[in-house]
């Protein structure tokens, strides 16, 4: 089980901007659950956006007006008679705050103002805030394209508030069978997956800056220059030095361990391991030894979990678990002890 707490620190990792000043305050609450914590997020958020200013855009209408207003239609003003009746049709653009970023907001506000899972005090604020965004309309969920959701100069402060909405919608929220919607007691484990990861590259990136620390595509050590058809070889971190490099490969699964049933014994799963290999491998195209991998797994309940070193044809291939329920203070000596692979 994962503390409430170890949650708030991985996405302080996973999104930068809430070690802001402004966010400073939630670190130091208690939080009974992840809706809680997530609520105050997005309270300090929504408050320090209000103050900087909403993000606006000009968004197109089209209206039949006896006033000029934008430019007139005229097919379509004759196709309707609207000049027998002095009228027009007009498009026109305003600038407003009714744009898709703050309906996202508004949205996942009114979401979590009506669960029970956040306290009172919470649920009051959200819905005080909601009020603010009062020319703000709200949206069907479903229709929501986030791959799509563009940010800029103007808009990149609503970056890391819209990633915590997507946790909301898309980790938290499920229907129910009479089509109304309730909260998850946990994100799903696609979602936490994806946090582990974003959690993990933010943490060394800060830790350790003396390391590169990134996603990396990794090349196919080919002999004759052929590549149709390969599959691309994507690590989740890499860190890399003037001499050495480890490649890491976060899991977060139910399940660590793969179990024989036949034999009635356990061990690291192969997939995985076969994965990291050929990572290792293909990266240390020399030969030389300084390429390591790691498969880094979040802690289950299993009784038996991954904690292995090997040395496989001159590489160091190891599987560690990564005990999120703990203190954290032990998950940062953990964490410590990952980066000293590198040495």
């Not at 200013?53 to 207003?69: A, M, Q, S």
């Not at 309940?301 to 090997?310: R, V």
């Not at 703990?326 to 692979?341: F, K, R």
Request: charge should be neutral; proline fraction near 1%.
């Amino acid at each position: 089980m994962i503390r409430i707490k170890n949650v708030y620190y991985m996405l302080s990792y996973a999104y930068r901007t809430l070690n802001e000043e402004g966010y400073k305050s939630i670190q130091a609450e208690e939080f009974k659950n992840i809706h809680d914590l997530i609520a105050a997020i997005l309270i300090r958020g929504v408050t320090i956006q209000r103050k900087r200013g909403l993000h606006r855009d000009y968004i197109g209408h089209t209206e039949v007006t006896g006033n000029l207003r934008g430019k007139i239609d005229v097919t379509n003003s004759i196709k309707q008679n609207t000049f027998m009746m002095r009228s027009m049709i007009c498009h026109y653009d305003e600038f407003s705050e009714n744009v898709q970023l703050n309906q996202i907001l508004k949205t996942t506000m009114q979401l979590l103002s009506r669960s029970d899972e956040v306290k009172d005090s919470n649920r009051k604020k959200l819905r005080k805030l909601s009020l603010f965004l009062g020319n703000v309309d709200t949206l069907e969920i479903n229709n929501i394209k986030w791959s799509e959701l563009a940010y800029h100069r103007n808009n990149a402060s609503y970056k890391m508030l819209i990633n915590i909405c997507e946790l909301v919608i898309k980790g938290l929220l499920m229907t129910t069978d009479n089509g109304e919607y309730k909260m998850n007691q946990f994100l799903d484990d696609q979602h936490m997956h994806r946090l582990y990861e974003k959690f993990l590259l933010g943490y060394f990136k800060k830790e350790y800056p003396q390391y590169s620390a990134n996603p990396s595509q990794i090349d196919w050590n080919i002999d004759d220059g052929i590549t149709n058809f390969l599959p691309t070889m994507n690590s989740d971190i890499t860190l890399t030095n003037n001499f050495k490099t480890l490649i890491i490969d976060a899991k977060y699964y139910g399940k660590s361990m793969q179990t024989h049933t036949m034999y009635d014994s356990k061990s690291n799963n192969s997939n995985n391991l076969y994965q990291i290999f050929t990572y290792v491998k293909n990266k240390d195209r020399n030969g030389s030894g300084n390429v390591s991998g790691l498969i880094l797994y979040a802690k289950t309940d299993e009784e038996i979990t991954p904690n292995n070193d090997y040395q496989i044809g001159g590489n160091r291939i190891s599987v560690k678990t990564l005990d999120l329920g703990a203190d954290w203070t032990e998950i940062v000596s953990q964490l410590d002890n990952v980066a000293s692979l590198m040495q």
